[in-house]
């Protein structure tokens, strides 16, 4: 695009009219002079009597006007002056009352007592100004110096950036929605104003009103703000500049008063950034906003002192959309509670059983919760999950917001909402953390039977995003089955083992690949005394602890084990004979390490495996003692061994 500037050369001649001398100094007489010569000669001799006086005269002349910003011409011009001679301000006379040059009244006004101290130029101020011109004389030394002017430049090179964005949303803020580039030639330019000019396209139903749209608008060099303006500093006039501007009523001017400059050769880059207002109606998301630079719109002084204004015709249109469709995600928790057993009373209710841990995550804007379901499956025998459970806990970010009943009318599956209108804002970005705790009730009356149990899982939730439509939860939070005993074995794990021993498989059972393994774990008694089976030794049918080859056959089928109980105060009856068993008191541990070793009939990767402790709360025979089994949990996931390849060379 072109530049265009306006230039004026212009030169004056001074004249010396009046001089107050002190000494009773005389001038060299001009009249009469007889050649050019000879004027010439007494001009030369009446500069160097100028040169060794000393005079007195006042250092200012107060403007007799008005001044205020956006004012022009000589009595803005003898204002700088007079502000920069005294000390308020160090920038050069434009005749242009811009920021710098309110700033430097402000702070005459400051000093002189003047209030308000707001940078306008009126009575109070001209007559503190006059006061001061009164007051103040200086003496001085006439000396002749030589004053170079700087280099005459201009601001060129005009061109258009790609912004960041083309296109803002509400409640955005520092979004770059307009750039340019210029380059100052042939002098350092100071940039004293730069306008940028808004208006909406025409829209049927669009607000064209700036404060719908915008909270404020910053003005950045170079990635620097220079400048700033609140939307209701905007100039709203008949500009008719926006050629794609809705062409009628007012246009919005945006003039900022700038004090940067751009170094002779350099390149700047000018962009406008904006904060959005909080809420923009949803009629006005269609909107579009044009954004304008005219040929006048960058004023800027050269080296020399002459200012003048530069620019291009540039546009860029803005589309105003609505708010990104929110997203909530859920999740299972890395801490949501594995298979087990739990404790219960057999008398009074267990109250706080953390049943499923789960994780709610907003994108793409602030997600508003109204209500949370979650699911009650049964676990074993039950018939109404009820007769388990009487109420549910929703505990979120470690404070519980809300809790409900579990009906009596319930059966094996009951859902269960939560009501958290105003309690679960999950803002964009973030993650929630939540648990559902459960209240079991006791096992008296037979309401439900020793090992049953129930799982919780996460099933929907009712949520509106910012722009107040429905967002349904993306993803699946299942908890894991819970079984209640009031006296039940608590099994941890120590350690598991497996070496592979290498057969040659020269065709004998001898030469075969084989594995030795070892398995240690405890078993803590909670509630009341549990028993455990030993192997029989003579029929080999019952066994208080089934171990596998990691196939899923009987350990015992492709090779044998052996084990061993350790612990205080347990005790071993039989042991080594029919009906072994092992009996573990209340809060005794037991420590089990078993022991085998593997030589399969075939070829295959092979390991050992506990599969399931049985255990039982009386003591009257072998089926008493294994009247349960454990087969989940830490019995099913940890007490195994890895798989190691082994060979039958038969």
């Not at 001649?13 to 007494?42: P, R």
């Not at 030369?44 to 006086?53: F, G, I, K, T, V």
């Not at 170079?222 to 500009?239: H, I, R, S, T, W």
């Not at 804007?365 to 388990?388: A, E, K, N």
């Amino acid at each position: 695009m072109g530049n265009f500037g306006k230039k004026v050369v212009s030169a004056s001649l001074a004249v010396l009219t009046s001089v107050t001398m002190l000494g009773g100094g005389s001038f060299v007489a001009v009249a009469g002079a007889a050649t050019a010569a000879d004027l010439q000669a007494q001009i030369n001799a009446l500069l160097a009597q100028l040169q060794s006086l000393q005079t007195t005269t006042t250092s200012c002349a107060a403007p007799a006007a008005s001044l205020t910003v956006g004012s022009t011409g000589a009595s803005v011009t003898a204002l700088q002056n007079w502000l920069v001679a005294n000390g308020y301000g160090s920038f050069t006379a434009t005749g242009y009352f811009g920021a710098m040059t309110q700033a430097a009244v402000a702070k005459f006004q400051a000093a002189a007592g003047v209030t308000p101290a707001a940078g306008f130029y009126g009575p109070l101020t001209m007559a503190a100004v006059q006061a001061r011109c009164a007051t103040t004389t200086t003496t001085t030394t006439t000396t002749t110096t030589t004053t170079t002017s700087g280099d005459e430049g201009e601001l060129k090179n005009f061109d258009s950036v790609a912004a960041d964005e083309n296109s803002i949303e509400e409640d955005q803020n520092g979004v770059e929605i307009f750039a340019f580039e210029m380059e100052a030639d042939g002098s350092d330019m100071q940039v004293s104003r730069v306008d940028l000019y808004m208006d909406e396209s025409a829209g049927a139903s669009d607000s064209d009103n700036a404060d719908d749209y915008f909270d404020s608008l910053v003005l950045k060099v170079d990635g620097k703000k220079v400048a700033e303006l609140d939307v209701n500093d905007l100039d709203e006039d008949a500009y008719n500049v926006v050629s794609s501007g809705s062409g009628t009523g007012d246009e919005y001017r945006a003039r900022f008063a700038t004090n940067f400059k751009v170094e002779d050769g350099d390149t700047a880059k000018v962009t406008l950034e904006v904060d959005t207002a909080n809420n923009i109606d949803s009629g006005d998301e269609s909107a579009t906003w044009v954004i304008s630079l005219e040929t006048d719109s960058v004023r800027a002084t050269d080296g020399s002192g002459f200012t003048d204004e530069y620019g291009m015709s540039n546009e860029k249109t803005i589309n105003v959309d609505g708010p990104t469709a929110g997203d909530l995600n859920v999740s299972l928790s890395t801490d949501n509670p594995e298979e087990a057993i739990v404790s219960v009373d057999d008398t009074d209710d267990t109250n706080g059983v953390e049943m499923l841990a789960f994780e709610l995550e907003a994108n793409d804007g602030d997600i508003d919760v109204t209500d949370l379901r979650v699911t009650i499956d049964d676990v074993g025998t039950l018939t109404d999950v009820d007769s388990v459970v009487n109420t549910l806990h929703l505990i979120c970010d470690g404070d519980e917001i809300a809790s409900e009943s579990v009906l009596a009318t319930a059966g094996q599956t009951e859902l269960i909402t939560f009501d958290v209108d105003g309690e679960m804002m999950i803002n964009d970005g973030d993650t929630l953390e939540c648990s559902v705790e459960a209240d079991i009730n006791n096992l008296d009356g037979g309401d439900f039977d020793e090992g049953d149990g129930i799982l919780v899982s996460f099933t929907n939730v009712d949520a509106e995003d910012e722009a107040g439509d429905n967002v349904e939860a993306d993803g699946t939070a299942n908890g894991e089955n819970m079984h209640f005993y009031t006296v039940a074995p608590v099994i941890t794990k120590v350690s598991t083992s497996i070496v592979k021993t290498a057969g040659d498989n020269a065709g004998t059972e001898a030469t075969d690949d084989t594995a030795d393994g070892t398995i240690v774990f405890t078993v803590k008694a909670v509630g009341g005394t549990i028993y455990i089976n030993g192997d029989d030794e003579t029929t080999d049918e019952v066994e208080g602890i089934l171990l596998t080859n990691g196939q899923g056959g009987d350990l015992d089928v492709l090779g044998d084990y052996s084990y061993s109980v350790t612990g205080a105060n347990i005790t071993t009856t039989n042991g080594g004979a029919d009906n072994e068993y092992f009996t573990i008191p209340e809060g005794a541990t037991a420590t089990f390490t078993l022991s085998f070793h593997l030589d399969p009939a075939s070829t295959g990767f092979f390991g050992g495996n506990v599969s399931s402790v049985q255990f039982g709360t009386a003591l009257t025979n072998e089926t008493t003692r294994s009247a349960s089994a454990i087969t989940f949990g830490t019995v099913a996931d940890d007490l195994e061994t890895a798989l190691v390849q082994l060979t039958d060379g038969a």
